[in-house]
């Protein structure tokens, strides 16, 4: 039996935070999760983050603003997002991607390797 591929994820958020950390972490568990958008509400930041990104994920894809934020939502092969955006507008958003039937992490992503392989394989 093959195994499934993993589940789709993208992050909403593209500054130094998710550059220096999300992604050199989801690139330790890259067999569980694939990273398949970064979305900014800019295009500069948002292609500065897929820059760093398609290092480990080739095909990620680079989406801004509000029409990148639709597609994404749209989009059933994207499961889960992480939220790393400025607090004012994390609840906002967060909740959005919940009632688009999204799977949500929000917060930072210092927890164990352990925990962040059960998370994903959750989804």
């Not at 999300?22 to 930041?45: F, G, Q, T």
């Not at 939220?83 to 164990?112: C, N, P, R, W, Y």
């Amino acid at each position: 039996m093959a195994n499934p591929s993993p589940p789709g994820i993208a992050i909403l958020g593209a500054g130094i935070f998710v550059k220096t950390q999300y992604i050199p972490r989801l690139a330790e568990i890259s067999d569980l999760v694939n990273l398949k958008a970064i979305w900014s509400r800019s295009e500069e930041s948002a292609k500065g983050a897929v820059e760093v990104a398609r290092k480990h994920f080739p095909g990620v894809e680079c989406k801004w603003g509000d029409e990148g934020l639709n597609e994404i939502i749209q989009d059933t092969s994207i499961l889960g997002v992480a939220v790393v955006i400025a607090g004012q507008t994390q609840v906002e958003m967060s909740l959005k991607m919940l009632k688009a039937g999204k799977h949500v992490l929000q917060g930072d992503f210092s927890t164990s390797l352990i925990r962040k392989e059960c998370i994903f394989s959750c989804l």
